[in-house]
């Protein structure tokens, strides 16, 4: 009988960000055996992206403890505590610096199944942030399309690609869609980097005020991901918060927060550029629209909407035109929206089973990167999260036995806070000057 149906499993989520740390959280929910019960134990990896304690409660994931850590923090915890499964929540190079981390402090020892992915549509940086995520026991796949296209990567520069694993997004869910609502409710969903050029999210914004101005007897929401001053998995230059200052908004048009799934419970429309809103969306069946009005580009990560029945401008949508989702394009995507969902995530629950009954334990980490295969690139991951090129902590490196002061948390707060303005204010100064 596998350890996962006769004893609680001890799970850890080591994330980056808020999206991450929900991804991250869910996804241990959903592939994790828990015959015995769970115990989730969360760590936020300390950066520019660490969520503020409102993103935490937004995201409304529970955790039995949840503290923010280094690099180096981390990786001791993870050898003082024996854990059954580890879910690694991270950018690409996160991934690969804590694989080489564990390899390191591990050795032959025992380790627990390690986990990792995607938070959403994988629209960039195929290749890049597949290899640097290679070594972990199971590599996520949210839909058909994305393990197909994962193994080809894999296979094609001579990698082990057995840890692909087809899943779907964790985060879906909710009830379907009954019917028009009263008022009739639009909502963009905005993001923090798509696009990124003040011209282009002024346009979006003048065409949402325009649409509401239009339609005074619709609700019209533009569903915000973050408040100024906090960063979310990618940072946010031009937040609509500044750019809708001083502007007269209709009285239907309000700027709202808070959980994806509640707004939606209330959504006749979801309007986005590429946000993995809409895959949320199409999973309740609520019509949903990819704006076009930009372009269908890689950039703008639209382009991976094609085919989905759902690209149109805020043109089409004003005239009442209404997006119908091609239903094989749905399915190749891991929406679900045909009630398969409850059983998309059985692979991964029986592979990991598997992997925690494995005699002996498991095997040592083997990623595709090592100072042979990639020695002008490996040694600078792990250098950024103060790792040596055999994985082991620099000397130097945050202390991980002491909790800081109160001097050097202010400190802390102060640098990052000076990160974040300098993101939000000076950066975007210093482009408009080159571009004189």
């Not at 809409?278 to 950039?299: M, W």
């Not at 995507?333 to 592979?351: E, L, N």
Request: proline residues 7%; contains cysteine.
């Amino acid at each position: 009988m596998p350890a996962s149906a006769t004893k609680a499993l001890r799970v850890a989520v080591l994330a980056d960000s808020d999206t991450r740390w929900k991804w991250g959280a869910l996804t241990a929910q959903r592939v994790t055996p828990t015959g015995g019960g769970l115990r989730l134990d969360g760590y936020l990896l300390r950066g520019r992206a660490t969520p503020t304690a409102r993103q935490l409660t937004e995201v409304g994931v529970h955790a039995d403890s949840l503290r923010e850590v280094t690099g180096a923090e981390f990786l001791r915890a993870m050898s003082e505590t024996s854990y059954d499964v580890l879910v690694l929540a991270l950018v690409g190079g996160g991934v690969q610096a804590m694989l080489h981390g564990l390899k390191a402090a591990r050795g032959s020892g025992r380790r627990p199944v390690v986990v990792t992915g995607y938070v959403g549509v994988v629209y960039e940086k195929l290749a890049d942030g597949l290899l640097l995520r290679h070594g972990a026991d199971l590599v996520l796949a949210n839909s058909r399309q994305d393990a197909e296209r994962f193994r080809a990567v894999y296979e094609g520069v001579g990698a082990d690609a057995g840890a692909v694993t087809e899943v779907a997004l964790p985060f879906l869910g909710g009830e379907p869609y009954g019917g028009e609502h009263e008022p009739y409710t639009v909502v963009f969903a905005a993001q923090p980097s798509v696009p990124d050029s003040r011209r282009d999210r002024t346009y979006l914004l003048d065409r949402l005020i325009a649409h509401a101005r239009r339609y005074p007897g619709r609700e019209v929401l533009l569903k915000l991901r973050s408040r100024p001053g906090e960063h979310t998995t990618h940072i946010e230059e031009l937040p609509y918060q500044k750019l809708v200052r001083g502007r007269d908004l209709p009285a239907n048009l309000r700027l709202v927060y808070g959980h994806m799934g509640e707004v939606l419970d209330r959504t006749d429309l979801l309007v986005t550029v590429s946000s993995t809103a809409a895959l949320e969306a199409l999973h309740r069946r609520v019509p949903t629209a990819v704006l076009t009005d930009l372009g269908v580009r890689e950039a703008l990560g639209n382009h991976h909407f094609t085919g989905s029945g759902c690209l149109a401008s805020w043109n089409q949508l004003d005239a009442g035109h209404r997006p119908r989702p091609d239903d094989g394009w749905l399915a190749r995507q891991g929406v679900a929206a045909d009630g398969r969902y409850d059983t998309a995530f059985d692979t991964a629950r029986a592979r990991i089973a598997a992997l925690l009954g494995s005699p002996g334990g498991l095997p040592p980490l083997t990623p595709y990167y090592t100072p042979d295969t990639a020695p002008g690139y490996l040694p600078g991951i792990l250098a950024r999260h103060h790792l040596g090129p055999d994985g082991a902590p620099l000397p130097g490196a945050p202390a991980p036995d002491r909790t800081p002061g109160p001097v050097r948390q202010v400190v802390r707060r102060a640098a990052r806070g000076a990160y974040r303005h300098g993101v939000q204010r000076v950066a975007p100064v210093i482009r408009r000057m080159g571009e004189l």
